[in-house]
């Protein structure tokens, strides 16, 4: 069973604009995690957020975190050609090392 | 390290025919999970292993499916017999031995069931 969901499912952008993707989850967690998946690849690693932890950068990324609403968003600042991809969020509860992904958003990034 | 590892990267079947996804770890991660991704239900995760050992397999479809970590270097995941349904693209994935780490995935295994 998916433990979060991403909203939007689908986001068409201009290059140069930024994207902001959402995600919801249901139960407590360790930490959520943000993944990208070219088509026909496989996911890769783009940061992870502890459950103490509001904010975090890296790069063009910033994550949030709002455990109180069980929420997090991924922003891409000057998004480029290059970013189009989908992406996912994905949790870890405090027992186990269980990896559960949500339904994932695809992001189209216009040049 | 070359990263994680799957083979076949396609497999094509016939209904019925046993199926076997080999997958090869980074070296000295103590996790490992099998997951499978379908348009319809998205990435879920079938089991997964612990320094080897089965920690959930709740994620399993039915008794078809079943998974091996024979050592901390081999897992396979086999389905017996296959069947159209299970068509789809089944990843691996190892992380370290702690939490707060991120999961590294291999290419994936597109199994199409004829």
């Known amino acids: 069973s998916q433990q979060g969901e991403e909203d939007p499912q689908a986001l068409s952008i201009q290059e140069g604009e930024n994207a902001t993707m959402n995600c919801s989850y249901k139960t407590s967690i360790n930490n959520l995690q943000w993944y990208r998946q070219n088509s026909g690849r496989g996911l890769v690693h783009l940061i992870l957020i502890r459950s103490n932890e509001r904010e975090k950068h890296s790069g063009r990324l910033r994550v949030t975190l709002d455990t109180s609403k069980k929420s997090s968003s991924l922003l891409i600042t000057a998004s480029r050609a290059a970013d189009t991809a989908s992406y996912f969020c994905?949790?870890?509860?405090?027992?186990?090392?269980?990896?559960?992904f949500g339904g994932g958003t695809r992001l189209m990034v216009k040049p | 390290d070359a990263g994680v590892i799957q083979s076949p990267r396609h497999e094509v079947t016939e209904m019925g025919q046993e199926v076997t996804l080999r997958c090869k770890p980074i070296?000295?991660?103590?996790?490992l999970f099998w997951y499978r991704q379908t348009m319809m239900r998205g990435l879920e995760l079938l089991i997964y292993?612990?320094?080897?050992?089965?920690?959930?397999d709740s994620g399993m479809p039915e008794d078809r499916f079943s998974a091996k970590m024979p050592n901390a270097s081999f897992s396979t995941l086999k389905i017996q017999p296959s069947e159209p349904r299970d068509s789809a693209v089944y990843f691996c994935?190892?992380?370290?031995?702690?939490?707060?780490?991120?999961?590294?995935f291999g290419q994936g295994t597109r199994l199409t069931v004829v």
């Open positions: 994935a190892s992380s370290p031995g702690h939490r707060n780490t991120e999961a590294f």
């Open positions: 994905a949790t870890v509860r405090n027992a186990g090392n269980m990896l559960t």
């Open positions: 292993f612990n320094n080897n050992v089965p920690i959930d």
């Open positions: 070296s000295g991660h103590d996790y």
